[in-house]
């Protein structure tokens, strides 16, 4: 059943969409730079007032030392190489802690979201457990699985394993019924039901769950290297809070956050280049 | 190829909190194979419950479905439907969707359709930035795309504006024309069923029941301001007490 070129053509000038909308518009506008700057007035205004309190004296030296010896303290850190051993130490955990925790919450969501059978089994244990508050399971960790890396990584896991799960079981849950039924219209199986409609119309709530995630993971991270640990940034906050080094505790802060931020534009730009065809509203 | 259709001793019922709803009441259809049936009738006719049957979404009725001899067991790409809405994926561009029910890809079936229903230059686009219309032209080039023996239409025009509505009316006629699909289009606008069908089947309201079946000889494409159309679209107005006036009616009953 093929259609003669002559038919296909558009023929009576009365046909062709031109006539009825203008070409598509550009998704979404980008930023503008000046917009990006003027988020960074108030921060740079708080460092001048910081720096001003810390020099005149006004503030203690001690316990609020001034932004310039904090970025000496950063800097030293760096040529000396603590610096690189503490992140690494700290990412390892926090990415393999997130990927286990993760991978078990998106694997567990999309079972129970899937079939109601395995929601009915699954799901009231998980809601029960999610109510624990995991950081308070901190001193039971250490007690079961020791000092070493494994309670730590747990910790950072199970943080990670309910924002998936939820938004995973929530993301299946909500996908248009009657796309379901394109997919079986077109006879398609399961498996490429799951990978051609479900998957794709879960993702925007599972990488939402993916950011929610990577920021618990990361507040987990910290709880879990304050509480004893030889190495990560971490322990670093600890060695400073000990010597009384101020200026290595707002180190520390500062590059916990800068790192939490990129890793937040690192996802977002994945966000935006895997949703693109969202016509979602932007904020005005 | 085009395949024949016929329902036949349809019922369908529906379980509600108030008891058992008769939905649809017997009901008989046939289409030979390449023609081009119109079902009308007002809404809870059990219109859509017909289609769905058809398209083998919907098997809990009475009665058989067989398209092309065989009882319709479940949903099948050897029959195409477009829904009211256009149903495209929103993650996938025009040229993805009209793909979507292709077994392999195949960028030259999907480029012939694009041109059948004059979207070209879209074929990038990703479905929220056409405009309705583009939309439901996308939606027929996808139903059309692994050649069904049958295509079904449930009130796909019914959200458009007028003007894009008739346009598309006549598109879709030089569409069934070219190839030669069977078709069975469900809608509550004469005008539409008396400007395209080969037969109309005029359904009954609660339960849905086969009022009156109305064959049109008119050549294509119809003048909608013409004698003998406006003589049928006052047949189908008369068919639904929808005329108050004494002038003679034709019925064909």
């Excluded at chain 1, 398609?188 to 993916?210: F, M």
Aim: charged residues 20%; contains cysteine.
């Amino acid at each position: 059943m093929t259609a003669p070129a002559e038919l296909a053509a558009p023929d009576t000038g009365v046909r062709g969409p031109a006539r009825e909308t203008s070409p598509p518009p550009r998704p979404r506008k980008r930023p503008a730079g000046a917009r990006r700057l003027a988020g960074l007035a108030l921060p740079t205004i708080l460092l001048a007032v910081w720096q001003a309190a810390s020099v005149s004296g006004w503030a203690d030296p001690v316990l609020l030392p001034p932004p310039t010896t904090v970025f000496v303290t950063l800097w030293q850190a760096t040529v000396d190489g603590t610096l690189i051993g503490h992140l690494w130490a700290s990412g390892f955990r926090w990415v393999t802690g997130f990927l286990i925790g993760g991978a078990l919450g998106v694997l567990l969501g999309s079972l129970t979201g899937l079939s109601r059978r395995a929601e009915t089994l699954l799901d009231t244990t998980v809601q029960m457990l999610r109510t624990v508050p995991f950081m308070g399971l901190t001193p039971l960790l250490i007690l079961w699985l020791g000092l070493n890396e494994a309670p730590k990584i747990t910790l950072i896991a199970l943080g990670s394993f309910f924002p998936l799960y939820l938004n995973t079981f929530a993301g299946i849950r909500n996908v248009d019924r009657k796309l379901i039924e394109v997919g079986k219209v077109f006879e398609l199986n399961d498996a490429a039901l799951l990978r051609r409609v479900i998957i794709p119309a879960a993702l925007p709530e599972v990488l939402t769950g993916v950011r929610y995630a990577l920021g618990v993971a990361w507040l987990a991270l910290v709880i879990a290297e304050l509480m004893g640990a030889t190495s990560g940034l971490g322990f670093w906050l600890a060695q400073g809070r000990e010597f009384v080094r101020v200026d290595i505790v707002l180190a520390s802060l500062l590059v916990f956050s800068v790192a939490g931020k990129v890793v937040d534009i690192i996802v977002r730009h994945l966000e935006r280049h895997l949703l693109s065809w969202r016509d979602a509203y932007a904020g005005s | 190829m085009s395949a024949s259709l016929s329902v036949t001793g349809f019922s369908r019922e529906f379980t509600t909190p108030d008891g058992p709803l008769l939905a649809v009441s017997d009901v008989d259809i046939s289409a030979r194979p390449g023609e081009f049936v119109a079902l009308v009738g007002p809404s809870g006719c059990g219109k859509s419950t017909l289609l769905r049957a058809i398209a083998g979404l919907d098997l809990e009725h009475t009665g058989s479905v067989r398209v092309g001899g065989e009882e319709v067991s479940g949903p099948s790409i050897a029959r195409g439907i477009v829904f009211q809405e256009p149903r495209l994926l929103p993650w996938l561009t025009v040229a993805e969707n009209i793909g979507f029910g292709l077994r392999r890809r195949d960028p030259a079936r999907v480029a012939e359709l694009v041109r059948l229903v004059g979207l070209e230059g879209f074929e990038g686009a990703h479905p929220h930035q056409l405009s309705g219309g583009m939309a439901q032209r996308a939606a027929i080039a996808r139903a059309l795309a692994p050649a069904p023996e049958v295509l079904l239409l449930d009130e796909p025009f019914g959200a458009l504006d007028a003007f894009t509505r008739i346009r598309l009316q006549e598109e879709l006629q030089s569409i069934w024309a070219d190839q030669g699909v069977t078709t069975v289009l469900i809608t509550h606008d004469i005008d539409e069923a008396v400007a395209l069908a080969q037969k109309v089947v005029v359904l009954s309201a609660r339960p849905g029941r086969v009022a009156q079946v109305l064959p049109i000889d008119l050549p294509y494409p119809r003048d909608r301001a013409g004698e003998a159309f406006l003589g049928l679209r006052r047949t189908l107005l008369a068919a639904f007490d929808l005329i108050h006036d004494p002038a003679p009616v034709r019925t064909t009953r």
